[in-house]
C-alpha cells in the first residue's frame, strides 16, 4: 500500500468517527420530528417545534464550541506566527489525532517547526558568507598593499638604486607568489566543496606515495632546519584512495607541521591501528612544534584560521589548508583527528580504508 494510500485510509477513518456523534444526533432529531408529524394536534406540533429547534442550535453551538474554539485559536496562532516569523517553543504535535482539525493543527505546527529550522539555517549561512568575505578581504589586502608599496616605491626613484631595487623586486614578486598560492588554494576548496573536483578512488601503496612526498619537501625541510622521519612499515600495504588528493593532504600537514615547529625540530609520518574498524588504519603526521591551545583545537579546520598568524604569515601560509583536507578526508568518507598539546607538538591523524596487499 503507497504512503497516498495510507493517508486516505488515515483520513476517511478519522472523518468516520467525526461522523458517528453526528449521525446518531440526526437520527435522534429526526425521530423527534417524525413524531410531532404524526401526530394528530398541529398546534401541538407547533408547541413543540419551536422549543427543539432552538434547544438544538444551543446544543449544538455549545459543543461546538467548546471542541473547536480552543483548537482553532490554536491553528490561528501558529499560522500568524508563521507569517511574522515568530516561533514558540511549547507548540507541540498532538499524540492523538481525533479529527480533520486536530490533523490541520498537527500538520501546520510542522510547518511552523520546519520553517523555524531553514530560517536558522540561512541566518547562518548568512554570517558565514559575511565572515568568510571579511576574512578574503584581509588576507588579499595585505599582499596588494605591500605589492603596491614596492612598486610606488621603486618608481619614484628607487628603481635606479641598485642596493634596493632588487631587493624590493623580490619582496613584490613573493607576495604575487602568495595571491597565486591563496587564488590556488580558494579554487580547490571552491571545488571540493560543490562536487566539481571528484576523487578517483582506487588502490595505492601507501609507502610509496608518502617518500614520494617526503621526498618533495625534503629540500625545504633542511631550509628550515627540520628533520622529516618516516616510521617504518610494511611497503606492500594499500589503501583505497584518490592519489593527486592524498598526497595534497600529506603535503599540507607535512607543511603545516614544518611551519608551526622550533628550529631542530621534527616531522614524524606512520601509521597505527585504527581500533573502532579492523578494515582502517591510522595515517598520522606529528610534530614536536608550538601546539595548539585546546580552545582552539575545534577552530584550526577553518578557513583563515592561524595559530599563529605572524609566523604563518611569514611562511607563506594561506589559512586555507587544513580547511583541503577535512574536505578531502571527508569526501573520501574519512575521518580527521587532531591531539594537541601547548609547546609540546601536534598530532594530525587521518583514516583510510585497506585493501588487500599484493605481494612484489
Excluded: W
Aim: glycine share 6%; net charge positive; aromatic share 8%.
Amino acid at each position: 500500500m503507497t504512503k497516498k494510500e495510507i493517508s486516505a485510509r488515515k483520513f476517511s477513518t478519522i472523518s468516520v468517527r467525526t461522523a458517528l456523534p453526528a449521525s446518531a444526533g440526526i437520527t435522534a432529531v429526526s425521530a423527534l420530528f417524525l413524531y410531532l408529524i404524526l401526530s394528530p394536534s398541529a398546534e401541538q406540533l407547533l408547541q413543540f417545534s419551536i422549543p427543539v429547534f432552538l434547544l438544538s442550535a444551543v446544543i449544538i453551538y455549545g459543543v461546538s464550541s467548546r471542541l473547536h474554539t480552543r483548537r482553532l485559536n490554536t491553528l490561528y496562532s501558529v499560522v500568524k506566527n508563521i507569517s511574522r516569523k515568530k516561533f514558540r517553543d511549547d507548540e507541540k504535535y498532538q499524540e492523538h489525532v481525533r479529527d480533520e482539525l486536530d490533523l490541520l493543527m498537527n500538520r501546520s505546527v510542522r510547518a511552523s517547526d520546519m520553517v523555524s529550522r531553514e530560517l536558522k539555517r540561512l541566518n547562518q549561512i548568512e554570517n558565514y558568507r559575511k565572515e568568510f568575505i571579511g576574512d578574503i578581504s584581509h588576507e588579499l589586502k595585505t599582499p596588494i598593499f605591500a605589492i603596491q608599496g614596492f612598486i610606488e616605491t621603486l618608481l619614484n626613484g628607487a628603481i635606479y638604486d641598485k642596493s634596493v631595487n632588487e631587493l624590493f623586486l623580490k619582496k613584490a614578486m613573493r607576495n604575487v607568489n602568495r595571491l597565486i598560492f591563496l587564488t590556488n588554494d580558494l579554487m580547490e576548496i571552491s571545488k571540493i566543496e560543490t562536487g566539481e573536483l571528484k576523487s578517483n578512488i582506487r588502490e595505492l601503496y601507501l609507502r610509496d606515495i608518502v617518500l614520494d612526498v617526503v621526498e618533495s619537501l625534503q629540500y625545504k625541510a633542511q631550509q628550515d632546519g627540520i628533520e622529516i622521519r618516516v616510521k617504518e612499515f610494511n611497503k606492500n600495504l594499500q589503501v583505497r584512495a584518490d592519489r593527486n588528493q592524498l598526497r595534497q593532504i600529506m603535503i599540507n600537514l607535512i607543511e603545516n607541521g614544518m611551519k608551526y615547529n622550533k628550529p631542530g625540530g621534527f616531522v614524524e609520518i606512520g601509521i597505527s591501528d585504527y581500533r573502532k574498524a579492523s578494515e582502517k588504519i591510522l595515517l598520522f603526521v606529528k610534530d614536536n612544534g608550538i601546539g595548539i591551545e585546546k580552545k582552539d583545537l575545534h577552530r584550526v579546520t577553518e578557513r583563515f584560521f592561524r595559530v599563529d598568524k605572524s609566523r604563518s604569515r611569514d611562511k607563506g601560509g594561506t589559512g586555507l589548508g587544513l580547511a583541503i583536507v577535512k574536505h578531502i578526508v571527508e569526501a573520501h568518507g574519512e575521518k580527521l583527528f587532531i591531539d594537541s598539546e601547548p609547546e609540546s607538538g601536534s598530532v594530525f591523524s587521518i583514516t583510510l580504508t585497506k585493501s588487500n596487499p599484493v605481494k612484489v
